[in-house]
């Protein structure tokens, strides 16, 4: 297999890419990334060594090189996203251009090139809330905020492909990843960083929205599976991980860091925060999906990188002053 990886610097495609470089039939792997401010090739580390990795700085709406990338492979997998939640509420129009726009150009250059599989890597925040039961792939979109807004289009964009073109498109929809290399903006990193740096951390609504964690290698895991067996056209959520609320979340990090609730400061509700998103992931389990990350030990992992790598978080880590609690800053976003 030549796979063309898009988005292979950020913090799961660089995860998958260290993980399917070594397999027998990878011919070789050719990661695009623009580099934005979620990309680093330190993230790759040692997977530059590999005489089958290739990097190419570039764009993916950028048609002319897409093109050129995706008739040179036979498989993409495709991450490459503007990925937070927060920045999405005033940049929206990024999101549209990466999200949905760039994907199209890579779903019309598989489509031309003819290439054995796409893999488009979404979100079950695409679902949008649920206030009790799991959604199942053939749930309704319903996305609440602009970032699971462009990641439903672009699935819905990267699916036409499939059944306008016969398109071989596969879309994975996974619960929230945790695990080392993750930018410090989002949750996990944020408060660990912080923590470690004794600084406070903010709570919204009393912590009570809750989340689905997965390990960053199960959804590796779970989207190499679809990459080989899944069946073009069908789409896969990819859950799993352990149900929290961010209070929970927020006790076992506090016990991790060794810090107390005195390090926690609670802020109204940012804007259009989901309560709960939940997924049925039976389907990717009848292919031989099955997460083998435990949450704790996971997550003591996730946090001992961050204290043994003060060199990769904290020149992107934000300003260390705590935030107060303002009328204003009170509906500003926070983290994902
Ligand atoms: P990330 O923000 O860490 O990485 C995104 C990568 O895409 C970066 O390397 C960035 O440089 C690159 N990129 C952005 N715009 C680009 C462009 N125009 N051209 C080329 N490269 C570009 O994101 P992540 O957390 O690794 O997420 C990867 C994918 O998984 C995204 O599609 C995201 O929507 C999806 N996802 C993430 C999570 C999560 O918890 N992180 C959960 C479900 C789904």
């Not at 005033?90 to 599989?117: C, E, K, P, W």
């Not at 619960?175 to 406070?200: A, D, M, W």
């Not at 389990?285 to 030990?297: K, N």
């Amino acid at each position: 297999m030549k796979l063309l990886v898009t988005g292979g610097a950020g913090f799961i495609g660089s995860h998958f890419v260290r993980r399917i470089l070594d397999a027998d039939d990878i011919e070789n792997v050719t990661v695009l990334d623009a580099l934005t401010y979620a990309g680093h090739t330190a993230n790759l580390g040692q997977a530059f060594l590999s005489p089958k990795l290739d990097f190419v700085h570039g764009d993916i709406c950028d048609a002319e090189l897409v093109d050129r990338l995706v008739r040179q492979h036979t498989a993409v997998v495709h991450f490459a996203a503007e990925s937070h939640v927060d920045r999405s509420f005033t940049t929206a129009g990024t999101f549209l251009t990466t999200n949905v726009h760039g994907t199209q150009i890579l779903a019309g250059a598989a489509m031309r090139h003819s290439i054995d599989r796409f893999v488009h890597v979404s979100t079950d925040e695409v679902y949008g809330p649920l206030l009790d039961g799991a959604a199942t792939e053939d749930y309704p979109l319903r996305p609440t905020v602009p970032y699971a807004a462009s990641k439903a289009a672009s699935d819905l964009v990267a699916l036409s492909y499939w059944h306008t073109y016969g398109a071989p498109v596969c879309v994975t929809r996974s619960s929230n990843n945790y695990g080392p290399c993750q930018h410090p903006e989002k949750i996990i990193p944020l408060f660990v960083t912080r923590l470690l740096r004794g600084e406070r951390v903010t709570l919204h609504d009393r912590g009570q929205h809750v989340r689905n964690w997965l390990h960053v290698e199960d959804n590796c895991a779970g989207i190499e599976l679809v990459l080989r067996r899944g069946i073009p056209g069908e789409v896969y959520n990819v859950g799993g991980g352990t149900d929290l609320s961010s209070r929970d979340l927020t006790e076992q990090l506090l016990n991790i860091c060794g810090a107390g609730w005195d390090q926690v400061t609670y802020i109204p509700d940012r804007l259009s925060n989901d309560l709960r998103y939940a997924m049925d992931w039976s389907k990717l389990a009848a292919l031989g999906y099955q997460p083998t990350h435990d949450f704790a030990a996971g997550l003591i992992e996730t946090a001992n990188w961050y204290r043994n790598n003060p060199d990769r978080w904290a020149p992107l880590s934000r300003s260390s002053a705590a935030r107060c609690v303002t009328p204003d800053s009170a509906r500003e976003p926070q983290h994902a």
